[in-house]
C-alpha cells in the first residue's frame, strides 16, 4: 500500500489507517480476543502501518488488545493513542488534561500498549480549563524524554490548532469528516495545509451509513452507541438514503462498491489525508483497502460535488453531550 506523510515531522504512514474502537467498544459486541487479534493482523498483511486506539475505548481494554496483536510487528507500525479523559474508580468523569493527567495516563498508555514510546498521542478533546499552550507544553516535554514521537489534536479549532502548534509541531488533527460530514472543509482544512499538519478523518464511512448496509429498518444492538445519535434515527436514515443511492450508482460505474468510493473520496481531496476506518469483518478490511485503488477523475470529482449540492444530510452528527466536548 502507498504512504502518507502527516505533518512536517517525519511521520509517515500507510494511505489508510485501521480505526480500533469498535472491535471491542461502541458498535455493540466486542470481538472475540483471537478475532480481533487476527484481524488487527490481517491490516498489517494487507500494508496498513497506521492503527488507532484510545484509553477510553473499553475503557483501557481496547489499547491492551491493539498492543498485543501488533508486539510482533511493533518495528514495522505506528500506533497512535490519545489522552483527555478522567476516570474515577473506572467511571468516566469529565476531561482532564492537566499537565499531570497527561503524564499519568501516558505511562498507563505505554504499560497497556507494551511499546517504550508511543508514536502519535492525541490529545482526545479540547480541555477548556487547561490552556493549550500548557498541554503542548508537557506533550514537548514527553517527546523530549523519548516517551512521544508526535504530537495530535482531535476535534480542535484552527484557533486551537495554531495556539498548539506554535508551542510544540502538531503532526496530525484527528477529526470526523466524510462525504456526510464535511464541516472540517470550512473550518480546518486550510489551516491544516498552511501549517504543513496531516488530517485523519474518523467515520469515514459515516458510522457504518455510507456502507450502504443500513437503512431505516435496521436494528442495533443496545450497546451501540449509534442508537443515541440524532443522524441515525428511523427517520433521518431514511432521508439519508439519497447520499447512499448516489454511491451506488458512482460506484457501479467505477466497478467498486459504496465504501470504496467514500473512502476514495476523501483520498482525492488531499495527499496528506489518511481515513481511518474500522471493521469487524475481514472482508470488509480487504473492501476498505481495496479502496486506495480506486481512481476518482477531476471529473469524477466534479460530478460528485454537484450531486452533493442537491442533498442535504438530516440529523446532528452527536449527541448533545459529546457536541459539547467539541472545540469550536
Known sequence: METRKLGNQGLEVSALGLGCMGLNSSYGHALEKKEAIALIRAAVEKGITFFDTAQVYGPFTNEELVGEALAPFRNKVVIATKFGYNYVNGAFSGLNSQPS???????ASLKRLHVDVIDLLYQHRVDPTVPIEEVAGTVKELIQEGKVKFFGLSEASAATIRRAH?????????????????????KTLSTLEALGIGFVPYSPLGKGFLTGKIDETTSFEPSDFRTTVPR?????????????????????????????????????QKPWIVPIPGTKQLHRLEENCSA????????????????????????????EASQRMIDE
Do not use: C, H, M
Request: proline fraction near 3%.
Open 166 to 186: 506554535a508551542v510544540q509541531p502538531v503532526s496530525a488533527l484527528q477529526s470526523e469528516y466524510s462525504l456526510w460530514w464535511r464541516e472540517p472543509e470550512t
Open 232 to 268: 441515525f434515527s428511523s427517520e433521518n436514515r431514511a432521508a439519508n438514503k439519497q447520499l447512499v443511492d448516489l454511491l451506488e450508482v458512482i460506484a457501479t460505474s467505477k466497478q467498486a462498491t459504496p465504501a470504496q468510493i467514500a473512502l476514495a473520496w476523501l483520498l482525492a
Open 101 to 107: 493527567s497527561i503524564r499519568k495516563t501516558v505511562e
Open 292 to 319: 486506495v485503488a480506486v481512481e476518482l477523475t477531476k471529473t469524477d470529482l466534479a460530478e460528485i460535488e454537484t450531486a452533493l449540492s442537491r442533498i442535504t444530510i438530516q440529523g446532528r452528527r452527536n449527541t
